[in-house]
């Protein structure tokens, strides 16, 4: 498999081998406290942040599909805030004013961002370091479309933005003057019990760069082991859980009430179903009104937006080397 990515109109040199991923850059997915629902509505709202790692490898791009579980049980949509959001390319404006706090609705935006933008959120880091180009290629073996989908600031419904697919980088490469570390590439906002998976390959500055597999170990339990064996045993999903599904095994059940209540009156991010930051009655609940639902991992083959055997929750991120327009071959 060998990826060529287009620069505006130049087609960039580097070609990305898929093989076994390198140790220099991972990804994680990270659920983080929601204090002031960003959604006009009863539904129970949650924000997770795919965050890279990079240690002596530096990320550069990123190519993601996200297609919300749809199956018996299961709805929701992706955020986007009407203030605030870029249709066009999912960025999130508050990201240009780091002045925004979690007491504000707009902090929960759903977007996508680079290590630069994410360090130094100005208008001026946005426009030289934040590209949105197209749609993932992964795992399709046709050409992707240039027009890229992200969530609409008009779709805030169930039935409506349903998918985040997204082909982005570091136009400047700019990446590598940061220090190694940790930073937050993506951010996901689901209104809703729905959840499923980020599937893809990240890529890095090097000249003989290697597509990277999401591979974190987020899953556990049968899920993980399906999710571990895809694309040849190299990975490619992060799973974001359903409501209630703690033990992240892809079903909500006993397992998940009892792991509530004995952590019940703390702050234990393990056993906060709705990521309130407190462990209480509206958690157990939550796990109680939503016991039987069921997402399955996806099949190595599949086409992107489906699931086996249900439509669900797939997402893509696949690295690349330059950005701005990717296409794959074989």
Known sequence: MRLVHALGAAVAATALVGSVAQATVSVSLVQIPVTASP?????????????????????????????????????????????????????????????????????????????????????????????????????????ASNVAVVPQTTGNALGQNQTFDVVWGDQSGGQSTLPDGTYTVAQFT????????????????SAANTAQFFNPSNATGSLATALAALNSGNGGAVYLPILGDLDKDGIVGLSDINLVKANAGTNNPAADVDGDGIVGLSDINFVKANA?????????????????????????????????ASRRRK
């Open 292 to 324: 039987g639902n069921v997402i399955t991992a996806p099949a190595s083959g599949v086409a992107l937006g489906s699931v086996v055997p249900e439509p669900s929750s797939i997402v893509l991120l696949a690295g690349l080397g330059g950005l701005l």
């Open 190 to 205: 689901i209104v809703g019990n729905t959840g499923g998976f980020i599937r893809g390959y990240s890529g890095g500055s």
């Open 39 to 143: 959604a006009i509505s009863s539904s129970p709202t949650r924000t997770y942040q795919l965050k890279v790692t990079q240690t002596g490898e530096k990320w550069d791009v990123g190519s993601m599909k996200f297609t919300l579980g749809s199956s018996a049980g299961l709805s929701g949509y992706l955020y986007a805030d009407p203030t605030v959001h870029s249709n066009s390319t999912g960025e999130s404006k508050p990201y240009l004013n780091p002045g925004q706090t979690p007491s504000n609705a707009s902090f929960y935006d759903s977007y996508v961002t680079t290590p630069v933008f994410n360090a130094t959120p100005t208008a001026g880091t946005a426009a030289s370091h934040l590209n949105v180009v197209g749609t993932s290629d992964f795992p399709n073996t046709g050409t």
